[in-house]
């Protein structure tokens, strides 16, 4: 059976803003609303059709995206329920990715909170029709005027009510439309209806000269007219609606039901303001929003199901999806038929035949997908890179752990469940350093590591130990030095003997190792010399003076002595090794660390305490600058070291309202104090002494 809707008729909606603002209640209420659901599904019982993980069911709060749908007066509203803490942010930033339209949830007794803002200006950078919902109306200490006077701050005068409400906290009784009716003023109102509709009038006729005129010359503009014009304005992110909800009392649901449909844009809106393709290597071309061309489609979540094995989320750009389309991955080249189409309803998956530019659906068992991923019908030529769409910008996990199985043979098992995990989350990642031999993940904060941890713990039966992981020091020299070693052991039989004299001396930073072989007369034979360059390269990688990799540093071999029959390849080996360890600690030698850049988020009175933490942490600011919403960004450099659990304590020193980001800068050298510490603790590591 075809689908009974056009591209024009769909509604895309994201429902995001900062954790505990009433975001999943106000989907679970909006799906009772419209006839979706047959019950009306709470977070706090555990009965939500969208809070679907155990471990959100637990916790009580939403950790991935969920999917609904429903419809509204003949319009086909998708929804994307998102994570709103900021430390699963990345899913949040994948449902964006997916919609032309964003509510924003303010709760009414908190106000705008961190995570408020991030996504505010994330679905503006994206071109999103943005509305924001004041939630829980009905709750104590709600301030109506307040928190409209805090959304216009922060977000800017474009931010207008669409509806006033009747009485607020406990004697919240409803909403009403400004729009279509504003003459009554309940004394209930906090703010006038009469003040409101002003408000929305002149900022939707600034943007349209003839209804200006119109306005200025006292002519009552039509509720329809309005309407259209409000739809164009939020299209142009000139004119953000703001209303008022309570889901438990179900009021201001319909209100917001009967706005985005008449004013929220679809797909066909959008094309013209940014959804657009190409990658680095080839021109852009615009993906037009057409039910009958090219199939495009992005996937924008992957999840790994227990039982229909992988979900592919795909949000279909253009074209139309039916099951015995053969479907391209564009970036491996990969094909599958489509098989079965999905969409959901939380974790009921019902299946439809056929869908088209604008749908939100899932797939499954195309194990090739990855989030960011573009899938098409056609592939291969010069086509394809052009219809490739940009990947998904997610922050970069800044959260380190190593990870230590609790039973030994579990390692390799932890690895594949957590690569598991990692591809269901792009901000989970895992590696394995190659220089402290550590098994390492990394997230957004510590409730996002154990998350991952338990979730690893029921899918897949594993538990794992974590630590925060050693720093990558690098070793190097400062100064020339010259040394020699003589290995000769004799143990009955063939003995073994190599004498090497070799010089070391520093090079510039990131030029790496030079070996010189200037041995003169055959002092060392010819066939050894590759042997002594592998003595000192093996020394270099396990460190000399704190177990770290050796670099930027030049060995000159000049001199040494061979036995006729007692020399070996392993012999000058290990006189290599020793004699660069003695001429290493000669030469000055010095630790370098990972010095790192921060860019950290924070209300401006905080400034002076944030500030003052970081020049503990041996920090130096670089820059500030002051954003909206009374918050000051602080940019500086510290070393990695001290910062590896930063994430936590800027939580604590700011209640959670600062958030940071970290970059790789360089690596430079250690403070001699610092250094003498770092060694001295190898030293007893070496020696076996435990530190007190």
Same mark, same amino acid.
């Given at each position: 059976?075809? $689908?009974?809707?056009?591209?024009?008729?769909?509604?895309?909606?994201?429902?995001?803003?900062?954790?505990?603002?009433?975001?999943?209640?106000?989907?679970?209420?909006?799906?009772?609303?419209?006839?979706?659901?047959?019950?009306?599904?709470?977070?706090?019982?555990?009965?939500?059709?969208?809070?679907?993980?155990?471990?959100?069911?637990? *916790?009580?709060? $939403?950790?991935?995206?969920?999917?609904?749908?429903?419809?509204?007066?003949?319009?086909?509203?998708?929804?994307?329920?998102?994570?709103?803490?900021?430390?699963?942010?990345?899913?949040?930033?994948?449902?964006?990715?997916?919609?032309?339209?964003?509510?924003?949830?303010?709760?009414?007794?908190?106000?705008?909170?961190?995570? $408020?803002?991030?996504?505010?200006?994330?679905? #503006?950078?994206?071109?999103?029709?943005?509305?924001? !919902?004041?939630?829980?109306?009905?709750?104590?200490?709600?301030?109506?005027?307040?928190?409209?006077?805090?959304?216009?701050?922060?977000?800017?005068?474009?931010?207008?009510?669409?509806?006033?409400?009747?009485?607020?906290?406990?004697?919240?009784?409803?909403?009403?439309? !400004?729009?279509?009716?504003?003459?009554?003023?309940?004394?209930?109102?906090?703010?006038?209806?009469?003040?409101?509709?002003?408000?929305?009038?002149?900022?939707?006729?600034?943007?349209?000269?003839?209804?200006?005129?119109?306005?200025?010359?006292?002519?009552?503009?039509?509720?329809?007219?309005?309407?259209?014009?409000?739809?164009?304005?939020?299209?142009?992110?000139?004119?953000?609606?703001?209303?008022?909800?309570?889901?438990?009392?179900?009021?201001?649901?319909?209100?917001?039901?009967?706005?985005?449909?008449?004013?929220?844009?679809?797909?066909?809106?959008?094309?013209?303001?940014?959804?657009?393709?190409?990658?680095?290597?080839?021109?852009?071309?615009?993906?037009?929003?057409?039910?009958?061309?090219?199939?495009?489609?992005?996937?924008?979540?992957?999840?790994?199901?227990?039982?229909?094995?992988?979900?592919?989320?795909?949000?279909?750009?253009?074209?139309?999806?039916?099951?015995?389309?053969?479907?391209?991955?564009?970036?491996?080249?990969?094909?599958?038929?489509?098989?079965?189409?999905?969409?959901?309803?939380?974790?009921?998956?019902?299946?439809?035949?056929?869908?088209?530019?604008?749908?939100?659906?899932?797939?499954?068992?195309?194990?090739?997908?990855?989030?960011?991923?573009?899938?098409?019908?056609?592939?291969?030529?010069?086509?394809?890179?052009?219809?490739?769409?940009?990947?998904?910008?997610?922050?970069? &996990?800044?959260?380190?752990?190593?990870?230590?199985?609790?039973?030994?043979?579990?390692?390799?098992?932890?690895?594949?469940?957590?690569?598991?995990?990692?591809?269901?989350?792009?901000?989970?990642?895992?590696?394995?350093?190659?220089?402290?031999?550590?098994?390492?993940?990394?997230?957004?904060?510590?409730?996002?590591?154990?998350?991952?941890?338990?979730?690893?713990?029921?899918?897949?039966?594993?538990?794992?130990?974590?630590?925060?992981?050693?720093?990558?020091?690098?070793?190097?020299?400062?100064?020339?030095?010259?040394?020699?070693?003589?290995?000769?052991?004799?143990?009955?039989?063939?003995?073994?003997?190599?004498?090497?004299?070799?010089?070391?001396?520093? *090079?510039?930073?990131?030029?790496?190792?030079?070996?010189?072989?200037?041995?003169?007369?055959?002092?060392?034979?010819?066939?050894?010399? &590759?042997?002594?360059?592998?003595?000192?390269?093996?020394?270099?990688?396990?460190?000399?003076?704190?177990?770290?990799? !050796?670099?930027?540093?030049?060995?000159?071999?000049?001199?040494?002595?061979?036995?006729?029959?007692?020399?070996?390849?392993?012999?000058?080996?290990?006189?290599?090794?020793?004699?660069?360890?003695?001429?290493?600690?000669?030469?000055?030698?010095?630790?370098?660390?990972?010095?790192?850049?921060?860019?950290?988020?924070?209300?401006?009175?905080?400034?002076?305490?944030?500030?003052?933490?970081?020049?503990?942490? #041996?920090?130096?600011?670089?820059?500030?600058?002051?954003?909206?919403?009374?918050?000051?960004?602080?940019?500086?450099?510290?070393?990695?070291?001290?910062?590896?659990?930063?994430?936590?304590?800027?939580?604590?020193? $700011?209640?959670?309202?600062?958030?940071?980001?970290?970059?790789?800068?360089?690596?430079?050298?250690?403070?001699?104090?610092?250094?003498?510490?770092? !060694?001295? #603790?190898?030293?007893?590591? #070496?020696?076996?002494?435990?530190?007190?």
């Amino acid at each position: 059976m075809p $689908t009974t809707y056009h591209l024009t008729d769909i509604r895309n909606l994201a429902l995001a803003g900062h954790g505990a603002s009433g975001k999943t209640s106000l989907a679970d209420a909006l799906l009772f609303a419209a006839g979706a659901t047959s019950r009306k599904g709470s977070v706090d019982d555990g009965t939500s059709t969208l809070d679907v993980d155990e471990e959100e069911k637990r *916790r009580h709060f $939403t950790i991935d995206c969920h999917l609904g749908h429903l419809a509204w007066d003949g319009k086909q509203i998708h929804l994307i329920d998102t994570p709103g803490y900021p430390d699963f942010i990345g899913n949040a930033l994948s449902a964006l990715a997916a919609v032309e339209n964003v509510v924003v949830a303010v709760s009414g007794p908190s106000g705008i909170e961190v995570n $408020t803002r991030r996504i505010f200006h994330e679905a #503006r950078k994206l071109g999103l029709g943005r509305f924001v !919902v004041i939630t829980k109306m009905d709750a104590e200490n709600v301030d109506y005027r307040s928190d409209l006077a805090a959304i216009r701050e922060s977000f800017g005068v474009e931010c207008v009510p669409f509806n006033v409400p009747i009485g607020q906290g406990p004697s919240f009784s409803g909403v009403i439309d !400004v729009i279509k009716s504003h003459d009554d003023e309940p004394p209930a109102c906090p703010l006038s209806p009469r003040e409101a509709y002003r408000m929305v009038v002149e900022q939707i006729v600034e943007l349209d000269e003839d209804l200006m005129t119109r306005y200025l010359e006292g002519e009552t503009i039509d509720p329809e007219e309005l309407k259209r014009a409000a739809h164009t304005a939020i299209a142009q992110g000139n004119l953000v609606p703001v209303l008022c909800v309570c889901t438990r009392k179900d009021l201001g649901l319909r209100e917001l039901l009967d706005l985005v449909a008449a004013c929220g844009l679809s797909p066909d809106d959008v094309h013209r303001y940014g959804r657009r393709g190409g990658d680095d290597e080839a021109p852009e071309e615009e993906i037009l929003p057409v039910e009958n061309g090219t199939l495009v489609a992005q996937v924008f979540k992957t999840v790994n199901d227990q039982f229909m094995g992988k979900l592919s989320y795909l949000r279909i750009l253009s074209g139309r999806l039916a099951s015995d389309t053969t479907l391209v991955n564009l970036r491996s080249g990969k094909t599958t038929k489509a098989g079965h189409i999905y969409i959901l309803q939380g974790k009921q998956q019902e299946e439809v035949p056929e869908a088209i530019a604008g749908d939100i659906v899932a797939i499954a068992k195309f194990d090739d997908l990855h989030v960011s991923d573009t899938v098409s019908n056609v592939g291969g030529g010069t086509t394809a890179p052009q219809l490739r769409v940009r990947p998904i910008k997610f922050p970069i &996990p800044m959260v380190p752990r190593a990870v230590e199985p609790k039973a030994r043979d579990d390692e390799a098992k932890i690895s594949a469940g957590l690569a598991r995990i990692a591809d269901e989350d792009p901000t989970f990642s895992i590696r394995r350093d190659a220089q402290t031999h550590e098994l390492v993940i990394s997230g957004m904060s510590d409730l996002h590591l154990d998350v991952i941890q338990q979730r690893l713990k029921h899918r897949h039966k594993l538990e794992m130990n974590t630590h925060v992981p050693q720093v990558p020091y690098l070793e190097t020299i400062t100064g020339e030095a010259e040394a020699s070693h003589r290995h000769k052991k004799q143990t009955g039989g063939r003995g073994q003997f190599g004498e090497v004299h070799l010089r070391v001396r520093p *090079r510039a930073r990131g030029a790496g190792f030079n070996f010189v072989d200037a041995v003169k007369g055959g002092t060392i034979p010819n066939q050894f010399i &590759p042997a002594v360059e592998k003595g000192v390269r093996e020394q270099m990688e396990r460190g000399v003076i704190s177990g770290n990799h !050796v670099v930027d540093a030049e060995v000159e071999v000049f001199f040494g002595k061979d036995h006729p029959v007692d020399s070996s390849e392993q012999a000058f080996k290990t006189a290599a090794a020793t004699a660069f360890r003695k001429a290493f600690e000669q030469a000055r030698p010095a630790l370098l660390e990972p010095m790192v850049t921060l860019e950290v988020s924070v209300p401006a009175e905080k400034f002076g305490d944030i500030t003052a933490d970081l020049s503990t942490r #041996r920090g130096h600011i670089i820059g500030m600058d002051s954003i909206p919403g009374g918050l000051q960004i602080i940019r500086a450099e510290a070393p990695l070291a001290e910062v590896l659990t930063y994430a936590s304590q800027l939580k604590s020193m $700011t209640g959670g309202q600062g958030s940071f980001t970290m970059d790789f800068k360089s690596y430079d050298p250690v403070p001699p104090g610092v250094q003498a510490q770092i !060694v001295d #603790r190898y030293k007893k590591s #070496r020696a076996g002494i435990e530190e007190e």
